[in-house]
């Protein structure tokens, strides 16, 4: 069964560094795309970026600078880091495989 | 960045009803053109695949037609269990990009 789930902290203070976990299960890293999607409260879906099977990146041209994706293939897990978070990062974080399976979704908010 | 003008953002609506939610690419696609479902604090369900085909597990009343540029969701015969948020999303090349969403709501 093909399992996403996110995880990290729901609370960042401006200007810092948000880390979110994707731990996947019921497949492999090594043969399908984890994407990063976005939400803000009451808005609609923006992709982030990609880990692509053979660990090639793909990010949103917005967010690029402030973007990174990585993993752990022994771990199942697919990590994002954004830095210099401001308010309007606040939102609900999903990974999905392919836009096929996805995550609960986490919820970060950007507050002091 | 290829952008999806996605229509329209509202679209009240009977339980019977046939509907139809349409999203113009800006850019040449092809089929990769994929409709999700949201309810209120739910994660997107995708609903079709290929601009055409039916996710597994989705009702026959869902389905996905292209003509040109332009892509359609449509639902025959509106249940109350459809009444979400529903987006488009092409993934023929990065950045992938989403539709701004259509609200399905009671008449």
């Known amino acids: 069964q093909v399992q996403l789930k996110e995880s990290g902290p729901g609370l960042v203070q401006p200007s810092q560094t948000l880390s979110l976990t994707c731990t996947v299960s019921?497949?492999?890293?090594?043969?399908?795309?984890v994407h990063w999607v976005r939400q803000p409260p009451g808005k609609g879906l923006e992709w982030m970026g990609r880990m692509r099977y053979n660990g090639d990146t793909s990010y949103n041209s917005a967010l690029k600078s402030r973007l990174s994706i990585s993993r752990d293939t022994s771990k199942n897990q697919v990590f994002l880091k954004m830095n210099s978070l401001q308010t309007d990062d606040t939102g609900t974080y999903y990974c999905?495989?392919?836009?096929?399976?996805w995550g609960q979704g986490a919820s970060v908010t950007v507050s002091s | 960045d290829i952008q999806m003008t996605q229509s329209p953002s509202s679209l009240p609506a009977s339980l019977g009803d046939r509907v139809t939610i349409t999203c113009r690419a800006s850019?040449?696609?092809?089929?990769?053109l994929r409709w999700f479902q949201q309810k209120p604090g739910k994660s997107p369900r995708l609903m079709i695949y290929g601009a055409t085909n039916l996710a597994a597990g989705v009702p026959s009343r869902f389905s996905g037609s292209r003509s040109g540029s332009d892509y359609s969701l449509t639902i025959n015969s509106l249940e109350s269990e459809d009444m979400a948020i529903y987006y488009c999303l092409q993934h023929n090349e990065y950045p992938l990009t989403f539709g701004s969403g259509t609200k399905l709501e009671i008449k």
């Open positions: 999905t495989r392919d836009a096929n399976a």
């Open positions: 019921g497949f492999s890293l090594t043969s399908y795309n």
């Open positions: 850019q040449d696609i092809g089929n990769y």
